[in-house]
């Protein structure tokens, strides 16, 4: 099925540890994000891309890096995992255009310790 | 400030009743895009419905409609017949001309019995 594929869906790290969530989206969007949703506090961006090649700084980036090197896939690396960043993540994807909405993944459920 | 304002955290409705989910939004854009998103407890992000910001009517979707009040800068979702599964966190979101995404925190409705 054509969608967002985000894996993986759970998982736990130590303090410290690295780890990569990948995305990836076969629907040609280009337009992808990537998100954290915390209680009370909806969805903040962490990290976006316009396009293969093309990243930028969402609202909470720190401790998190991305890249785009095809349209279809926008990995997020945790470079040194902290419990601040239990969280939730979602990638997105959407067309450029403003009456596009994302497609959601599934979620990733994310637990440092 | 906020560029999307939910709030009301939390909504109570009786099965088959309508319920009004409030939105106001934030923006100098002439042109933008309004969505709503049900999050059920399962976690998936489903979109439900999207305005324009030159859209002359109210967009509907089935049970869904949203109340555009373009100069109150207002966008509220309003569900008609609510059943048990409508029970779901809601987000309003909007997409300015720059193509970001902005997103209100949530309402979190549940339909009883």
């Known amino acids: 099925n054509a969608g967002v594929t985000q894996t993986p869906k759970f998982q736990v790290l130590k303090t410290g540890q690295s780890m990569t969530l990948q995305c990836a989206q076969d629907m040609n969007h280009e337009y992808m994000s990537w998100y954290r949703q915390d209680p009370g506090m909806g969805l903040r961006l962490i990290h976006y891309s316009v396009g293969a090649g093309i990243t930028d700084q969402g609202e909470v980036p720190n401790g998190y890096n991305v890249s785009r090197s095809t349209t279809e896939d926008f990995p997020l690396r945790l470079l040194s995992a902290a419990p601040s960043q239990t969280s939730v993540y979602f990638c997105a994807s959407s067309y450029a255009g403003l009456s596009y909405g994302y497609t959601f993944g599934s979620g990733t459920r994310l637990t440092v310790v | 400030a906020q560029k999307i304002t939910q709030t009301q955290p939390g909504m109570f409705v009786q099965e088959k009743e309508a319920v009004t989910l409030d939105c106001t939004y934030d923006t100098s854009d002439q042109s933008y895009g309004l969505f709503w998103y049900k999050q059920p407890s399962s976690g998936e992000m489903i979109f439900l419905i999207y305005?324009?910001?030159?859209?002359?009517q109210n967009a509907t979707e089935g049970r869904y409609s949203l109340n555009f009040q373009k100069a109150r800068k207002s966008a509220n979702l309003v569900i008609s017949a609510s059943q048990l599964g409508d029970s779901a966190m809601y987000f309003c979101?909007?997409?300015?001309?720059?193509?970001?995404?902005?997103f209100g925190t949530g309402t979190s409705l549940t339909v009883i019995p």
């Open positions: 305005q324009g910001s030159y859209d002359e």
């Open positions: 979101a909007m997409r300015e001309t720059g193509n970001q995404f902005y």
